[in-house]
T-cell receptor, first 114, second 118 residues
Framework: DADVTQTPRNRITKTGKRIMLECSQT?????MYWYRQDPGLGLRLIYY???????NKGEISDGYSVSRQAQAKFSLSLESAIPNQTALYFC?????????????FGPGTRLTVL | AQKITQTQPGMFVQEKEAVTLDCTYD???????LFWYKQPSSGEMIFLIY??????QNATEGRYSLNFQKARKSANLVISASQLGDSAMYFC???????????????FGSGTQLTVLP
């Protein structure tokens, strides 16, 4: 079974709709992240959480919100989706005590906003 | 601010040959980490290899090695004995270890699309 799972894997929605993307992990990591990837670009950080009570904005947080329901779960919400939020969204996790703090990614959610 | 530059949008290599994917970075910090990730056409991001700025030896992981030249601020990925399954997008990323908050998060390059030819 995958260590980091994301649901849904694909989603098509309409402008103005509220969307939630979910991420769960069985790696036991304390840190979790949400990124988006646009065609031809690298990943950009939306939000990150170093533990359940610690949530921080990343580079491009406008239009997004997050919730860390438990150490293993981190969800991303688009309150009112717009077409330029069409992208591939990744959840990632890392272990503070690992030394390298390497981030491990989920399979991604492909979101299309019409 | 951190910046990663990957100057090769696309690369081709013959199966079983070695290939080098270039990555240069810019940071004012002395302590940082460098990462390479592979993204196949299926979309997932797969961690390949890590190099710390204070590591004296170049990192190796199986067929992957990192040619780290600190003075030149380069961290090139070398893939030996290329396989058809190596065809993918490859991203270089870095993270400063001295900054705080979001400045310590991963910064990604724009990627290099590698195609392995049979």
């Amino acid at each position: 079974d995958a260590d980091v799972t994301q649901t849904p894997r694909n989603r098509i929605t309409k402008t103005g709709k509220r969307i939630m993307l979910e991420c769960s992990q069985t790696k036991g990591h304390d840190r979790m992240y949400w990124y988006r990837q646009d065609p031809g670009l690298g990943l950009r950080l939306i939000y990150y959480s170093f533990d359940v009570k610690d949530i921080n904005k990343g580079e491009i947080s406008d239009g997004y919100s997050v919730s860390r329901q438990a150490q293993a779960k981190f969800s991303l919400s688009l309150e009112s989706a717009i077409p330029n939020q069409t992208a591939l969204y990744f959840c990632a996790t890392s272990d503070r005590d690992s030394g390298t703090d390497t981030q491990y990614f989920g399979p991604g959610t492909r979101l299309t906003v019409l | 601010a951190q910046k990663i530059t990957q100057t090769q949008p696309g690369m081709f290599v013959q199966e079983k040959e070695a290939v080098t994917l270039d990555c240069t970075y810019d940071t004012s910090d002395q302590s940082y980490g460098l990462f390479w990730y592979k993204q196949p056409s299926s979309g997932e991001m797969i961690f390949l290899i890590y190099q710390g700025s204070y590591d004296e030896q170049n990192a190796t992981e199986g067929r992957y090695s990192l040619n780290f030249q600190k003075a030149r601020k380069s961290a090139n990925l070398v893939i030996s004995a290329s396989q058809l399954g190596d065809s993918a997008m490859y991203f270089c990323a870095m993270r400063d270890l001295e900054s705080s908050g979001s400045a310590r998060q991963l910064t990604f390059g724009s990627g290099t699309q590698l195609t392995v030819l049979p």
